[in-house]
């Protein structure tokens, strides 16, 4: 069987070239997943409905982003100017993130090609993060019953404090970030777990750490996990202040997949973040996710 993978060229917005987020990876992580034929095919995904949307946003703020009206002030706290095309991106992104999570219900494990917006929370986006995808997929899943207890396990560097604001008082979908203290968000909120990592922290403290907590999250039997792969734990990120190693990040995504895989729990996979210094190491790291969800299947 071949691991369902998620993606749409939609996913690559418009923006400027001196914007320091590195949209092109969408497109070339896509390339570099046929070219290495770890899939062969994509899963094509529509724009999120104004319905499913408003589980997770407020209508004025869906309609800020829908209609281009939302201020500068509030751009600026996203980092993307809200054009058509960085529009039709958050709407089709966070649709990839409720497809993949259906397709992990069959397949018990499926990845999207973007997705993990996690500073997204009910009334604004923040961090290159316009709609929280993830947020919308584990409410898309509940509302259907397809999930009971959902997990969104966060080991992007930067704490998903979104998923925090938005599940605070949701005792179904229980909030996990791990995350390095000194990295953004400044003030950070409250998850259901939060594992604060010092800077610099290497291999195998980290996976020492993820592993204790992995098997503290076990006892809690969840029935859907979502996992944000961010590899801006990466030693060469421009903006991660921690120090793993490419060989670090794969035994992490094997730890996480192989945990939820043996238990037949379906997982469903979203990048996160990545800034590395080096473009095609920054897709080599990205497709780490895959290739390793690829071999379990
Ligand atoms: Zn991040």
Same mark, same amino acid.
């Given at each position: 069987?071949?691991?369902?993978?998620?993606?749409?060229? %939609?996913?690559?917005?418009?923006?400027?070239?001196?914007?320091?987020?590195?949209?092109?990876?969408?497109?070339?992580?896509?390339?570099?997943?046929?070219?290495?034929?770890?899939?062969?095919?994509?899963?094509?995904?529509?724009?999120?409905?104004?319905?499913?949307?408003?589980?997770?946003?407020?209508?004025?703020?869906?309609?800020?982003?829908?209609?281009?009206?939302?201020?500068?002030?509030?751009?600026?706290?996203?980092?993307?100017?809200?054009?058509?095309?960085?529009?039709?991106?958050?709407?089709?992104?966070?649709?990839?993130?409720?497809?993949?999570?259906?397709?992990?219900?069959?397949?018990?494990?499926?990845?999207?090609?973007?997705?993990?917006?996690?500073?997204?929370?009910?009334?604004?986006?923040?961090?290159?993060?316009?709609?929280? %995808?993830?947020?919308?997929?584990?409410?898309?899943?509940?509302?259907?019953?397809?999930?009971?207890?959902?997990?969104?396990?966060?080991?992007?560097?930067?704490?998903?404090?979104?998923?925090?604001?938005?599940?605070?008082?949701?005792?179904?979908?229980?909030?996990?970030?791990?995350?390095?203290?000194?990295?953004?968000?400044?003030?950070?909120?409250?998850?259901?777990?939060?594992?604060?990592?010092?800077?610099?922290?290497?291999?195998?403290?980290?996976?020492?750490?993820?592993?204790?907590?992995?098997?503290?999250?076990?006892?809690?039997?969840?029935?859907?996990?979502?996992?944000?792969?961010?590899?801006?734990?990466?030693?060469?990120?421009?903006?991660?202040?921690?120090?793993?190693?490419?060989?670090?990040?794969?035994?992490?995504?094997?730890?996480?997949?192989?945990?939820?895989?043996?238990?037949?729990?379906?997982?469903?996979?979203?990048?996160?973040?990545?800034?590395?210094?080096?473009?095609?190491?920054?897709?080599?790291?990205?497709?780490?996710?895959?290739?390793?969800?690829?071999?379990?299947?």
């Amino acid at each position: 069987m071949q691991l369902p993978v998620v993606n749409h060229p %939609d996913y690559v917005a418009k923006i400027n070239d001196d914007n320091k987020f590195p949209i092109k990876k969408f497109g070339a992580l896509a390339k570099h997943l046929l070219k290495k034929k770890i899939i062969t095919k994509f899963h094509i995904p529509k724009e999120c409905s104004i319905e499913t949307m408003q589980t997770s946003h407020s209508l004025e703020y869906i309609n800020q982003i829908k209609n281009k009206t939302l201020n500068i002030k509030l751009q600026k706290k996203i980092g993307f100017p809200i054009n058509d095309s960085v529009v039709r991106r958050s709407f089709v992104a966070t649709g990839g993130t409720v497809l993949t999570s259906k397709l992990a219900l069959d397949s018990r494990l499926a990845c999207n090609t973007a997705g993990g917006s996690h500073h997204a929370t009910f009334n604004f986006g923040a961090g290159y993060c316009v709609f929280n %995808d993830v947020a919308v997929a584990a409410n898309y899943l509940k509302n259907k019953g397809y999930a009971k207890k959902i997990l969104i396990l966060d080991l992007d560097v930067h704490q998903g404090n979104g998923n925090s604001e938005i599940f605070k008082n949701d005792k179904d979908v229980f909030t996990f970030s791990m995350h390095c203290t000194s990295n953004y968000p400044a003030k950070k909120s409250k998850s259901d777990m939060d594992i604060e990592l010092k800077e610099y922290m290497e291999d195998t403290e980290y996976l020492n750490i993820l592993n204790y907590n992995l098997k503290k999250l076990n006892e809690l039997n969840f029935d859907f996990v979502f996992y944000i792969a961010g590899v801006d734990v990466h030693h060469d990120d421009r903006l991660g202040k921690l120090k793993l190693t490419d060989e670090g990040i794969e035994n992490r995504d094997k730890l996480v997949i192989e945990n939820y895989f043996i238990k037949r729990v379906p997982l469903c996979g979203v990048l996160g973040g990545g800034y590395n210094r080096n473009f095609d190491k920054l897709i080599e790291l990205h497709s780490k996710l895959h290739k390793s969800c690829a071999n379990f299947i």
